[in-house]
């Protein structure tokens, strides 16, 4: 199993917050007989279950490395595949991206990072680390 994100639980808690049940930390999606993929977490929201039984996968990123492009390029890839599979295992999930709010502020407005994530309809959620709340929705 992977290495939890810097901000894994921070993002936990943001979704408790909204109302959301965790449940699944992380989600495992079995491929094949030798493929496993863990995603972050698996939430669904009670409130809207019983109106709408709303159901999310969440892969949180903290943006902390050297590179924010090399880190935009994996992330996109690793969401674009986790989408995938979802579609294929879980399709009743839908997939966001955790982006913490400073990330956001400093790089989602700029042409490089529109250019990039335009055709790959990226479904996000913007946290904040200090308020551990989520700050923003985008479907």
Same mark, same amino acid.
């Given at each position: 199993?992977?290495?939890?994100?810097?901000? !894994?639980?921070?993002?936990?808690?943001?979704?408790?917050?909204? =109302?959301w049940t965790i449940t699944d930390d992380p989600l495992t999606l079995q491929i094949?007989?030798?493929?496993?993929?863990?995603?972050?977490?698996?939430?669904?929201?009670?409130?809207?279950?019983?109106?709408?039984?709303?159901?999310?996968?969440?892969?949180?990123?903290?943006?902390?490395?050297? =590179?924010?492009?090399?880190?935009?390029?994996?992330?996109?890839?690793?969401?674009?595949?986790?989408?995938?599979?979802?579609?294929?295992?879980?399709?009743?999930?839908?997939?966001?991206?955790?982006?913490?709010? !400073?990330?956001?502020?400093?790089?989602? !407005? =700029?042409?490089?990072?529109?250019?990039?994530?335009?055709?790959? !309809?990226? =479904?996000?959620?913007?946290?904040?680390?200090?308020?551990?709340?989520?700050?923003?929705?985008?479907?």
């Amino acid at each position: 199993m992977p290495a939890r994100d810097a901000y !894994h639980d921070v993002v936990l808690q943001a979704l408790k917050k909204e =109302s959301w049940t965790i449940t699944d930390d992380p989600l495992t999606l079995q491929i094949d007989e030798s493929v496993n993929v863990y995603l972050d977490i698996g939430a669904e929201n009670l409130l809207a279950a019983e109106k709408q039984g709303q159901r999310i996968a969440v892969e949180v990123k903290s943006f902390l490395g050297k =590179s924010f492009p090399t880190e935009l390029y994996q992330a996109i890839g690793q969401f674009m595949a986790y989408r995938e599979f979802l579609a294929a295992k879980d399709p009743e999930r839908k997939l966001y991206l955790a982006i913490p709010k !400073h990330t956001y502020k400093t790089y989602f !407005h =700029s042409e490089f990072t529109t250019l990039a994530i335009q055709n790959v !309809h990226l =479904s996000y959620l913007v946290y904040d680390i200090s308020t551990e709340v989520i700050v923003r929705w985008q479907i």
